[in-house]
């Protein structure tokens, strides 16, 4: 049974630093890992999403990379802004069973 | 593309009501999920269709909850005889493509308060 877990569980930064976020899986098997934002009330946000094939994924100041082997994703944010504030969730699918959510990552850059 | 869309937003009433929330997936999405999240923790799968088929429940699904797609468009998600545990976010998303290697995307969420 997949199992996914994010640390640290709240993070707070100055403006301008770059930043990683962790997410840790037990299944090996992962077929993909997607990475989410969720502002307060929201919904998610999908930002990246990484094929087991995969080892890396880019957009904008965004990189995530994905180690099967080691059973880790990170998700890399350049420059911060106080914009990027919120929560960031991984979620992981293997084989025929439904998305795995982690608890997420509760970030705040301050201005 | 207008994303996916819930309703209602929020849904306050008290225990032993039934509820009933929708959502409409992005167009041409086969594929909708229905999730229930917690406050301080993420989402957790409930159940999804691909076109007007039901695939796959969750053991978090019982007998209290019923979710249909008649036409493989619009969802619905009804649960009867509410409880105080009810009370979540009741998150919708679909995906298009038959494989499961197609990003997820969400509504906003249906907020439901058991009183």
């Known amino acids: 049974k997949q199992e996914v877990t994010q640390i640290p569980a709240a993070l707070s930064v100055p403006e301008g630093e770059n930043l990683v976020l962790n997410c840790s899986f037990t299944?090996?098997?992962?077929?993909?890992l997607q990475w989410f934002r969720q502002d307060p009330g929201k919904g998610l946000t999908s930002l990246l999403l990484i094929q087991s094939s995969q080892r890396e994924q880019t957009s904008g100041r965004l990189n995530a990379s994905l180690d099967k082997s080691s059973g880790r994703s990170t998700l890399y944010i350049a420059a911060s802004q106080p914009g990027d504030s919120a929560t960031y969730l991984c979620?992981?699918?293997?084989?025929?069973?439904?998305?795995?959510f982690g608890k997420g990552t509760r970030l705040s850059v301050i201005a | 593309d207008t994303g996916v869309s819930q309703d209602p937003r929020h849904k306050i009433t008290k225990r032993g009501q039934n509820v009933t929330f929708r959502c409409d997936p992005i167009s041409e999405h086969n594929r909708l999920y229905w999730y229930r999240q917690t406050l301080g923790q993420g989402p957790e799968f409930l159940t999804y269709f691909q076109n007007e088929a039901q695939l796959e429940k969750s053991r978090l699904l019982s007998d209290r909850f019923s979710a249909e797609r008649p036409k493989g468009s619009f969802s619905t998600l009804e649960i009867q005889r509410t409880e105080q545990g009810d009370s979540a976010m009741y998150l919708c998303a679909s995906s298009f493509g038959w494989a499961s290697d197609q990003p997820q995307h969400f509504g906003d969420g249906t907020r439901l308060s058991i009183l």
């Open positions: 299944d090996s098997a992962i077929y993909n």
């Open positions: 979620a992981g699918l293997s084989g025929n069973t439904p998305l795995v």
